[in-house]
């Protein structure tokens, strides 16, 4: 059990917030809920110890194993992917090798009277205790399932972990956390870098074999599918649902309604007592009733409604020309880079107004097909756009592209045309860059308010063909909602990479599975293919 006293956040006169108190159990599975600056991650920091709050404690039994995966982060650039995964173990490693050490010594000394002799033997004794207690483990065998489950395949595991990116390096972070088997995981959008099949192991992991679990994240469908508890970060404290997320909505609405309720029979209240008050002030008889309500009136605790974040992203695709009857052709398309193959004799058509998604493990060429239709890099086979389509792409690192020298304002301003240069604010204020907000460095932005402004770029002229790569990274759940909404009204052709489920589900209906050096494609909406998805890939993957 892990017991949070009195936390406490304060800085530059600011409250983030107080008095926050909660206990995590032994298979508590948490999702830690709150709009953006609410304080998630902070109060994530402090529970792992990585952030001192300004008051308060954290307390918990001194064996506790407490494992933290921040957002950003690079593991070390001088081992093999096996190497740093078994880093997990390095514990065990010590202890096992300290045995074999001290054994050695005790083989070679003769001085078996002495203190010295005694104090090995002593020391040996306690450490065989230690780990002989331990649960016999094929350690090898739990680092290559965990890597494999990940998305590492086997080839990978003697690459240096300097040739990954930093998404594959964050999944390596990840396997060593979940190989510790810790007392308490927190994970900070542990899915931002991770494929769906990826993403199912890990929901199966995180319900099927951790203790307690505590996550932060924007994919809706991972937390609805791996908790039973939401705490919410709100106006500096926090609330305590035993519910998952889908649920913890319906309970806050229920519990707005009720603040609301009371709040307007407490301002009632207050506006009786105040007319009673003005109207027999001075008047002799009444002077005890009338000190008694004003002192009743500065004791009253005001009741307040929670916050309801109403800003949000409201997008509206401009209209464009309309394109030809296959916005995308390709034909016995074939890419490899030396004598490693990507994909081979891949064929696809695309008919004007479809909604399609790209799906499969990273690696598998999804990104590598983009490229070949937007004609960034060479092929072998055919592949063409079709009459009059106008492109619009959003490239899965869109928001890293920007300059972060240049200032909201002047990142849109440097792209806009015509019109579109006399509304910027107005623009701007449709995705939540309001007042000083433009004039911000990009540098200073968030992640998710870089996406947004990457998003912002990306419409300001007309398209016929959306290709988005991974959109919702960094997007908050009601920012998701609203792109998806507005992607649904998007009457031109949509080409979709997402590893969000929640997201993909009723947003296309036809799918291309990228997968074994093949383009597959199924006659079928998303929802299906990743239900039967879910069913092969627990086939697949031994969870034992």
Same mark, same amino acid.
């Given at each position: 059990?892990?017991?949070?006293?009195?936390?406490?956040?304060?800085?530059?006169?600011?409250?983030?917030?107080?008095?926050?108190?909660?206990?995590?159990?032994?298979?508590?599975?948490?999702?830690?809920?709150?709009?953006?600056?609410?304080?998630?991650?902070?109060?994530?920091?402090?529970?792992?110890?990585?952030? +001192?709050?300004?008051?308060?404690?954290?307390?918990?039994?001194?064996? +506790?194993?407490?494992?933290?995966?921040?957002?950003?982060?690079? +593991?070390?650039?001088?081992?093999?992917?096996?190497?740093? /995964?078994?880093?997990?173990?390095?514990?065990?490693?010590?202890?096992?090798?300290?045995?074999?050490?001290?054994?050695?010594?005790?083989?070679?000394?003769?001085?078996?009277?002495?203190?010295?002799?005694?104090?090995?033997?002593?020391?040996?004794?306690?450490?065989?205790?230690?780990?002989? %207690?331990?649960?016999?483990?094929?350690?090898?065998?739990?680092?290559?399932?965990?890597?494999?489950?990940?998305?590492?395949?086997?080839?990978?595991?003697?690459?240096?972990?300097?040739?990954?990116?930093?998404?594959?390096?964050?999944?390596?972070?990840? /396997?060593?956390?979940?190989?510790?088997?810790?007392?308490?995981?927190?994970?900070?959008?542990?899915?931002?870098?991770?494929?769906?099949?990826?993403?199912?192991?890990?929901?199966?992991?995180?319900?099927?074999?951790?203790? /307690?679990?505590?996550?932060?994240?924007?994919?809706? %469908?991972?937390?609805?599918?791996?908790?039973?508890?939401?705490?919410?970060?709100?106006?500096?404290?926090?609330?305590?649902? #035993?519910?998952?997320?889908?649920?913890?909505?319906?309970?806050?609405?229920?519990?707005?309604?009720?603040?609301?309720?009371?709040?307007?029979?407490?301002?009632?209240?207050?506006?009786?007592?105040?007319?009673?008050?003005?109207?027999?002030?001075?008047?002799?008889?009444?002077?005890?009733?009338?000190?008694?309500?004003?002192?009743?009136?500065?004791?009253?605790?005001?009741?307040?409604?929670?916050?309801?974040?109403?800003?949000?992203?409201?997008?509206?695709?401009?209209?464009?020309?309309?394109?030809?009857?296959?916005?995308?052709?390709?034909?016995?398309? +074939?890419?490899?880079?030396?004598?490693?193959?990507?994909?081979?004799?891949?064929?696809?058509?695309? #008919?004007?107004?479809?909604?399609?998604?790209?799906?499969?493990?990273?690696?598998?060429?999804?990104?590598?097909?983009?490229?070949?239709?937007?004609?960034?890099?060479?092929?072998?086979?055919?592949?063409?756009?079709?009459?009059?389509?106008?492109?619009?792409?959003?490239?899965?690192?869109?928001? %890293?592209?920007?300059?972060?020298?240049?200032?909201?304002?002047?990142?849109?301003?440097?792209?806009?045309?015509?019109?579109?240069?006399?509304?910027?604010?107005?623009?701007?204020?449709?995705?939540?860059?309001?007042?000083?907000?433009?004039?911000?460095?990009?540098?200073?932005?968030?992640?998710?308010?870089?996406?947004?402004?990457?998003?912002?770029?990306?419409?300001?002229?007309?398209?016929?063909?959306?290709?988005?790569?991974?959109?919702?990274?960094?997007?908050?759940?009601?920012?998701?909602?609203?792109?998806?909404? /507005?992607?649904?009204?998007?009457?031109?052709?949509?080409?979709?990479?997402?590893?969000?489920?929640?997201?993909?589900?009723?947003?296309?209906?036809?799918?291309?599975?990228?997968?074994?050096?093949?383009?597959?494609?199924?006659?079928?909406?998303?929802?299906?293919?990743?239900?039967?998805?879910?069913?092969?890939?627990?086939?697949?993957?031994?969870?034992?």
């Amino acid at each position: 059990m892990i017991t949070v006293d009195n936390l406490a956040v304060e800085f530059s006169g600011t409250t983030l917030f107080k008095d926050v108190n909660f206990v995590i159990n032994e298979n508590d599975k948490i999702a830690l809920m709150g709009k953006n600056g609410a304080g998630k991650s902070t109060m994530m920091k402090i529970v792992a110890g990585a952030q +001192t709050p300004t008051r308060g404690k954290v307390s918990c039994p001194k064996d +506790t194993i407490i494992a933290y995966l921040p957002q950003h982060l690079l +593991t070390e650039d001088d081992c093999t992917v096996i190497e740093e /995964a078994s880093k997990a173990f390095s514990q065990v490693f010590k202890m096992r090798d300290e045995i074999e050490s001290l054994n050695k010594q005790l083989e070679t000394r003769t001085d078996y009277e002495s203190d010295a002799y005694m104090s090995i033997i002593e020391k040996v004794t306690e450490l065989g205790d230690q780990y002989y %207690a331990l649960e016999e483990v094929n350690y090898d065998a739990e680092v290559e399932k965990a890597l494999k489950g990940l998305g590492f395949k086997q080839s990978d595991f003697t690459r240096l972990t300097s040739q990954f990116s930093g998404g594959w390096r964050m999944r390596i972070e990840l /396997a060593k956390i979940l190989l510790q088997k810790p007392d308490l995981i927190l994970l900070d959008e542990p899915t931002n870098h991770i494929d769906i099949e990826s993403v199912i192991w890990l929901e199966d992991f995180l319900v099927n074999k951790a203790n /307690a679990v505590m996550v932060i994240s924007h994919d809706r %469908a991972f937390i609805d599918n791996i908790t039973n508890r939401t705490v919410e970060v709100t106006m500096g404290r926090i609330y305590d649902y #035993k519910a998952n997320y889908s649920h913890y909505l319906q309970l806050r609405e229920d519990r707005r309604i009720h603040q609301v309720k009371a709040y307007q029979e407490q301002q009632k209240f207050i506006a009786d007592n105040k007319v009673f008050i003005d109207r027999f002030k001075g008047t002799y008889s009444k002077t005890n009733q009338v000190t008694s309500r004003e002192r009743m009136l500065e004791k009253l605790e005001i009741i307040e409604i929670d916050e309801v974040d109403n800003t949000s992203l409201k997008l509206r695709f401009p209209p464009a020309q309309r394109s030809g009857d296959y916005p995308v052709t390709v034909e016995g398309l +074939t890419k490899k880079y030396d004598e490693h193959v990507v994909f081979s004799d891949a064929n696809m058509s695309i #008919k004007r107004g479809e909604k399609v998604s790209f799906v499969g493990r990273n690696g598998e060429g999804k990104s590598t097909m983009i490229k070949s239709i937007l004609g960034e890099i060479n092929f072998d086979g055919k592949c063409s756009l079709g009459h009059n389509v106008q492109v619009g792409y959003f490239a899965q690192n869109q928001a %890293a592209l920007l300059d972060n020298e240049l200032t909201v304002f002047q990142t849109v301003d440097e792209v806009a045309k015509g019109d579109a240069r006399t509304g910027i604010k107005n623009t701007l204020g449709r995705f939540m860059f309001k007042g000083d907000d433009i004039d911000k460095k990009v540098g200073v932005l968030s992640g998710g308010e870089k996406t947004r402004l990457a998003m912002v770029k990306l419409l300001l002229e007309p398209v016929n063909l959306l290709i988005l790569d991974e959109p919702t990274n960094h997007l908050d759940l009601k920012s998701k909602d609203v792109l998806k909404e /507005a992607l649904l009204d998007f009457d031109g052709t949509l080409i979709l990479v997402s590893h969000d489920r929640d997201f993909l589900q009723g947003l296309s209906e036809k799918v291309f599975e990228f997968k074994d050096k093949r383009v597959i494609e199924h006659f079928e909406t998303i929802d299906a293919f990743l239900k039967r998805n879910r069913i092969d890939s627990l086939k697949a993957i031994d969870l034992n």
